[in-house]
């Protein structure tokens, strides 16, 4: 349960930086989208570019039974490393924007 | 207040529903994503048909300053008419993924 709490702290800053340290600038907004009851954590990028609406869903991890789901990655970093660098274990993380067979041949978790 | 408290369980309701009624079935779910503390709610679809990842938010909506903003819609039903339906001031429903300088043409509010 400590863990499960730590893990929380954990993607919630992570996704919370993305969005500080990410501004596309202009009339565009870097919004976190944390769903705390169901522990899905989303990072969306949406605004106008001119007369053009700009609308991404970059980052979408998720907490189920005990591990880290990255479900999403839209961006050049990978999460694998962030999270291993802020204490996550490695088999803990599961590479859900993998097909599930191919997930055993990654060093992440499976389910 | 009443208001407020009245257009946040309406955005949750119809969220849940259509996470409810529109599964795509096989390994693909529909997720509701909601954000309480500020006020965004999510609609995103995401799994697998074979070997390829789906992944789609359909639905972006959020309360700002007592206005009901529809953010996204990938879906073929009018967020607006159901808003409306579930007694929603049109003036209260901003169109978000219209260009601003559009919005003042339609009758739905505008910041």
């Not at 990255?70 to 802020?86: G, V, Y």
């Amino acid at each position: 349960m400590a863990k499960l709490a730590e893990y929380r702290q954990i993607v919630r800053e992570l996704l919370t930086e993305y969005a500080r340290v990410n501004p596309l600038g202009g009339e565009i907004e870097s919004e976190t989208v944390f769903d705390i009851e169901n522990d899905r954590y989303l990072l969306v990028d949406l605004g106008w570019k001119g007369h053009k609406r700009i609308y991404a869903c970059l980052l979408h991890v998720e907490i189920k039974n005990g591990k880290i789901w990255i479900q999403r990655n839209q961006t050049d970093s990978s999460l694998t490393n962030a999270l291993l660098a802020m204490g996550v274990a490695k088999e803990d993380i599961v590479l859900g924007l993998h097909p599930p067979e191919l997930r055993q041949y990654t060093e992440s978790g499976v389910i």
